[in-house]
Structure formats: C-alpha cells, structure tokens
Nanobody
Framework: QVQLVESGGGLVQPGGSLRLSCAAS????????MGWYRQAPGKQRELVAS???????SYTDSVKGRFTISRDNAKNTVSLQMNCLKPEDTAVYYC???????????????WGQGTQVTVSS
C-alpha cells in the first residue's frame, strides 16, 4: 500500500500563515491526484484543495485566494500553503492520494493520519 505522512500543523493567530506538507511512500505506485481535506468538530470532512499529476488544481470557495496547493511529482509530495488564516479554518487536515499500484494491478486511495490546525488569538 501507499503510506502518507503529514507535517506542519499548529496554532496560529488570525491572519497568519501555515504550510502543510505530505509525503507518500511505498512501492511501484503512481499517483493520479493528491489533495487536502479538513474536518472541523461536528462537521463533515470536506475537500479543501486538490491537484492532479498534470498540475490542475481546484479549491473550495472558502479558501480561494488564500490557500495554494503544490506538488512535487518526483518526490511524491504535496503541500498546502495557507495564508490569511481565519478561525473558521480550524480543523484537522488530512492528506489524500489516489492512484495505481503496479504490483497488484489495482488502485489505491490512501489517507494521512491528520494534522491539527488551530487559528485563534
């Protein structure tokens, strides 16, 4: 399988910035798309941003213009630069990757363990 390890969460004041990173590891895999989801207490998990292997990106409306997703295909990493953070951005952020694994001739859909982002003064 493919494992994802996230880093970069923490506590930041409103208006501040954080950068989340996620690294994928495993054998004989090819990533089609990677993304960041978040889940706030009492709410459903939502897709924040995604990026394909070709570099196409998409964002949920509430983060457009503030968050930027980027990817290093050679290193199998994805990052989320979060600027102008608001208290409503507080959530656990999860990295996700989907793709194929050559050894099993099948697909994978992997998740990271989650990293807490808290925006508070």
């Amino acid at each position: 399988q493919v494992q994802l390890v996230e880093s970069g969460g923490g506590l930041v004041q409103p208006g501040g910035s954080l950068r989340l990173s996620c690294a994928a590891s495993g054998s004989m895999f090819s990533i089609i798309a990677m993304g960041w989801y978040r889940q706030a207490p009492g709410k459903q998990r939502e897709l924040v941003a995604s990026i394909t292997s070709g570099g196409s990106t998409s964002y949920t409306d509430s983060v457009k213009g503030r968050f930027t997703i980027s990817r290093d295909n050679a290193k199998n990493t994805v990052s989320l630069q979060m600027n102008c953070l608001k208290p409503e951005d507080t959530a656990v952020y999860y990295c996700n990757a989907v793709g194929t694994i050559a050894t099993i001739k099948g697909n994978f859909d992997s998740w990271g363990q989650g990293t807490q982002v808290t925006v508070s003064s």
